[in-house]
């Protein structure tokens, strides 16, 4: 049985709201009785996710996270409707790979920084203020194999490193008045990793309900102690 948390009159902002974490994160706050803001660069057209922004609570807005000018339109928008904002969930980012760093392109390089590191980063630095006034809290998505090396994806363990490094910053540079925590996903449960990894024994993912739970957690009461912690989310396997 899922934990019980109780976010009533808190205000969050989930960015990637329309994948499948996103959407996992969205709407256990939304249970939870949160004010939810959702964002990503198009509309969410999973049934689930679409449903959710029938709900008097559930608020869209469309935004490229690597542009700056979108990223701060957003949180003026957000604070604008709501008046406050008490947590970021920044949740976007994208794998690729199968080169190793010599046959890489700068322009692969340069999306995967972009997508899973810069766009933490803009969120992050709009969001601080506000989670200052609020006390409020920061949760990213970094990765299990930003901890070593590996073969075949160097720039998106770079760029997941490179989110730990900053919410460990953040986290610093604001003790007392934000938390700030990563989680550290492997695989995920998806149909998307079940499609690319059809042979897998998946049965010991975690699944993005499972792990948006973790999320409620590092933005819940019950985590009052814990900040600049990358906390491990890698299943059973």
């Known amino acids: 049985m899922p934990t019980q948390f109780d976010f009533t009159d808190q205000v969050v902002l989930v960015t990637g709201a329309s994948g499948s974490l996103?959407?996992?994160?969205?709407?256990?706050?939304?249970?939870?009785g949160a004010t939810v803001c959702m964002s990503s660069r198009h509309p969410p057209e999973d049934d689930e996710a679409a449903a959710l922004l029938d709900a008097d609570d559930v608020h869209f807005y469309d935004a490229d996270f690597t542009d700056e000018a979108a990223v701060e339109q957003v949180f003026d928008s957000v604070l604008?409707?709501?008046?406050?904002?008490?947590a970021l969930c920044?949740?976007?980012?994208?794998?690729r790979g199968g080169t190793s760093i010599h046959e890489t392109d700068v322009d692969e390089f340069d999306f995967l920084l972009d997508v899973n590191l810069k766009t933490m980063f803009l969120a992050a630095k709009h969001?601080?203020?506000h989670l200052r006034e609020s006390d409020g809290n920061l949760v990213t998505v970094s990765s299990r194999s930003s901890l070593e090396g590996g073969e075949g994806d160097g720039p998106y363990r770079a760029a997941k490193a490179?989110?730990?490094?900053?919410?460990e910053t953040i986290a610093e540079e604001n003790r007392g008045s934000v938390r700030s925590n990563a989680i550290m996903p492997s695989i995920i449960d998806t149909p998307a990793n079940r499609e690319m990894l059809p042979d897998a024994d998946?049965?010991?993912?975690?699944?993005?309900?499972e792990i948006a739970q973790t999320i409620l957690f590092l933005c819940s009461?019950?985590?009052?102690?814990?900040?600049?912690?990358?906390?491990?989310v890698y299943g059973e396997f």
Do not use: K, N
């Open 80 to 86: 604008d409707d709501h008046g406050r904002l008490d």
């Open 22 to 32: 996103g959407t996992a994160t969205s709407e256990r706050f939304h249970d939870a």
């Open 202 to 209: 998946y049965h010991g993912w975690p699944t993005p309900d």
């Open 127 to 129: 969001a601080t203020p």
């Open 90 to 95: 920044s949740l976007i980012g994208a794998w």
């Open 162 to 167: 490179g989110v730990r490094l900053l919410t």
């Open 221 to 232: 009461d019950a985590a009052s102690v814990t900040s600049g912690a990358a906390v491990p």
